[in-house]
């Protein structure tokens, strides 16, 4: 199984999700400001659970449930989130330029 390709853009501050095998564009999804890193919850049989994205614009980090292409939560970490990372267990982000830790329960 293939997954979608993540389009991100700062100037609008949206998402969108190209289908690569049928080359369908999906819907505009608005995001936080400055959408700046993003990062796919893949499960153990290779599906993708939810798209994340790190908004360094407003401190949020945007969760994306893509098999209805809509923006499940927004979760407010504060600071400049410039990295997200997805696990099983919590999300994490990177701050900049202070580089300090920070997790969120997924």
Do not use: C, W, Y
């Amino acid at each position: 199984t293939t997954g979608p390709v993540v389009i991100v853009s700062d100037t609008d501050n949206a998402l969108r999700m190209l289908d690569p095998t049928t080359q369908a564009l999906g819907p505009f999804l608005p995001l936080g400001a400055g959408p700046h890193a993003v990062s796919l919850d893949i499960s153990r049989d290779r599906k993708v659970e939810h798209v994340l994205v790190a908004n360094a614009g407003d401190g949020t980090i945007s969760i994306i449930a893509p098999d209805d292409q809509s923006v499940a939560s927004t979760v407010q970490v504060g600071g400049r989130p410039i990295g997200v990372a997805a696990s099983r267990r919590m999300i994490s982000t990177e701050h900049g330029p202070s580089r300090s830790p920070s997790r969120t329960t997924a």
